[in-house]
């Protein structure tokens, strides 16, 4: 199995199922004073290169299904919109352009069987989750609709 298969694998092993229906919003603080494993960014890549990573976001109920291409680029759908932008795997965070324009770098940390995602712009509170990783564009996202 190649290396980036083999850490998507052992990654979404534990946490692929997230039981985001029970799930609360955290800090981040709280995340490292509990224990919780900061994701590298080897593994942050295998959890996003050429897969439809689903989130959800617990503080509001949203869920996004987004695809993150090998070659960097991304794309979801709003509405009846595609967004597309690039995306990097870098210093143990994922980058990325937002729909503002801006890049912004999240942090990703294991606890248990959550995958919790940290974005800056939410700071103290870390309210996404990874709900599942399915390799390929399952959704079509890189296709408009």
Known sequence: MPLPVAIATAVLSCCALANAASAQV??????????????????????HADRTVFHHNVASGLRVAIWYAGDGTRAFRGGN?????????????RCEETVAGPVVCMSFYRRGDELIVCDPREIPDCRWRITRSVEGDVEKLARKP
Not at 26 to 46: K, M, N, P, Y
Not at 81 to 93: H, I, L, S, Y
Request: net charge negative; glycine share 8%; charged share 30%.
């Open 26 to 47: 955290v800090t981040e603080e709280s995340l490292i004073a509990g224990g919780a494993q900061r994701l590298t960014t080897d593994e942050i890549r295998a959890l």
């Open 81 to 93: 919109r595609t967004f597309t932008g690039e995306w990097t795997a870098r210093d143990n965070q």
